[in-house]
Structure formats: structure tokens, C-alpha cells
């Protein structure tokens, strides 16, 4: 009887490795396009928000180092599909580095959301608050704390001293549930309930937006002031619309991946083999959705930032032009190419807009077309 309980066991053993392995084969590569889409798409919100049009704002900061947090996260990931290693010490490593980033990145979502909060509410304090060197100043207490605070949570969810004597990285014994309630409320829950003053947000900025309007209207005497205040205002508007709008995608991306990583929870100690098949699908399904949402800001910002739109296009023809430069110059060996441009010749509307330092007021370089002016 013992014999064939035991043989049983070995055959759905082996059944649960051979669905893991078809099953990790299937999302393999759309992990690895999740993994290289957002670390591209990352990689140009530093370029783009960097300009010098954009990265004297509070908000840049806080979008520059979004990114940076988006880019570890993604890269961890693409280090576990990778595997480098089995080593305790570098499982260990990667998953506190995974979780760091994690809870880096949406909370640095919940500290835009207090910066956008004071511009509206308050904009005379903003001017005094919301600076570069205060956003700076924040990030880098904020990270701070978050590594003390992680390192000491990290001792205690994962037994450290049996990792180093098995070679493996595991959560203590008992602490799996705990664990679990854990990273869904401080990564998630509690992020998401944060992010709702940005509803009463986009209310108090468009009701500033058109009284602003009526007082314009109101009095001729000051009109050229209050066109300053709309346009200022505008801008503003424009900012917050941006953020609020990758605040929004947060929910987009982690409401389905919560529900799925809680699910989760119902067939944690089930031996089912049905349940424990699901248990793994809904698994690794919930960590593709919450990628999701660090792989996915620059289409965000593109879709709802009108001025990082432009200077998104602006990067793009810079690049182009300069490309074009190199490879004429250094692959074609053309080294008139860039004579010709000077001399007034028909030249292409990327080669117009290259990234130089001579006048924008030059007949021989002609203004671009995509206007640009600090957020």
C-alpha cells in the first residue's frame, strides 16, 4: 500500500515538473519582450525627460528616477529567467534587490502623487517645496530608509542560515502567508489607496483652471498677467494629466495581477494536482501583469504628456540626424557630408533638426517645426 501511494506521489511529481517546464516554455519569450520593450521604453524616458526643455522641474526628477527603479525591476527579472546562477547567496540577493525595486517604484508613484497635490492645492508653496533639490533631497532619504527597512525584513522572512548550509533561498517555515499579506499590502494595497487624492486632483486643477479663465476675461487691466497665470496653469495642467494618468495605469496593471497573486493563497496548501497546476499558471500570469506596469510608462507618457511628446520627436530627429552624420563619416568615409548642409543643400527634415550648437536662427538651419518650453 505504502509502495504505491509513494509511486502515485512520484508520477504527479513528475506530471507537475513536465507542466512547469511546458508551461515556462509558452511565456518564455513573451517575458523576454516584456523584459527588452521596457527596458528600451525606460531607457528613452532618461534620454527624453532629460532635454534641457524638461529636467528643470521637481516632477523630472521623480520621473528620472521612476524609470531608474523600473529598469532594476525589469532587469531583475530578466536575470531570474536568465539564471546566472544557483547559489544561495545570489538567489538571496536577487530577491531582495527584486523587492526593493518594487517597492521603490510604486511608491515613488505615491510621492508624485503628494508633489502634484501641493503644485495644486497649494502653488505658492510649491515654489518653495517642490524644487529639484527637494525632489532629490526626498528620493534619496526615501531610499535610504527603504534599504534599512528592507534588509531588516528580509532577515526576517527568509531563514538565512539554512541557505547558506542547503544552497537554497527559502521563507521560513510558517511565513509564507504572512509573507504573502505582506508584499501585496506594503507593494500594492496601500500604494493604490495613496493614489486616490489624484481624482480630487484633476477636480481642483480644472476648476482653478477655469476660474482662471474668468478672471482673464474680467479685467482688461491685467490681462497680460493673467494670460501668464492661464498659460502657467496650462503647463501645470498638462504635468499633473501626465502623472495622474501613469497613477491610473498602476490600477490598470495591478488590480488583475492582486487578484490573481490572492487567488494564489486558496491553492497554496492544496495537493490537488488541478489546483496546484492552476496555482503555478495564475503565478506566473500575475508577474507578467505587474511587469506590466514598470514596462509601459513611456507609452504612457507619450500618450498623455503633450510637451513630452514633442521633445520625444525632438530627441528622435536629433538622433537621426546624428546617425546619419556617423555613418556617412565614418562608414561611407564621406567627408563632405557635412559641407553640403552647410552650403544650403536640399538636406532631409531629420538632418534639419540635428542636434548642434549653431544658431536655431541660421538660414542654413531652419527652426524646427516642434516648439518646446519648460514644464
Known sequence: MSNSSSLNYTKKIEEINRFIKSFNAKIFFLEIFIVLFGLLGNILVLIVINRRSLKNTSSSVFITYLAIFDISVLLSHGINLARFSETAVFECSLYFFTDLSTFCANWVLVIITIE????????????RLCTVSSARRAI?????????????????????????KNSTCRIRKNFGLSHRLYQSL?????????????????????????????ASLKNDRNLDMRISDVNSNKKQRQLTIMLVTISLSF??????????????????????????KLKFILAQLSVIVLQLNNATNFLFYCFAGHRFRQAAVQTYYGYSALSKTFFHHYILRNKEYGYARAYGHPVSHSAQTALTNRSSTSPYYPRSPYKTSPL
Open 116 to 127: 502634484r497635490c501641493v503644485v495644486v492645492y497649494s502653488p505658492f508653496y510649491a515654489k
Open 140 to 164: 534619496y532619504i526615501f531610499f535610504g530608509l527603504s534599504v534599512i527597512a528592507f534588509s531588516i525584513n528580509f532577515s526576517i522572512f527568509y531563514d538565512l542560515k539554512a541557505a547558506f
Open 186 to 214: 506594503l507593494f500594492y494595497i496601500v500604494p493604490a489607496l495613496f493614489l486616490l487624492p489624484n481624482i480630487f486632483t484633476i477636480y481642483a486643477l480644472c476648476r482653478r483652471t477655469h476660474k482662471l479663465s474668468e
Open 251 to 276: 490600477y490598470l496593471f495591478t488590480i488583475p495581477g492582486m487578484i490573481m497573486y490572492l487567488i494564489e493563497i486558496y491553492a497554496l496548501k492544496s495537493r490537488d494536482i488541478n489546483k496546484i
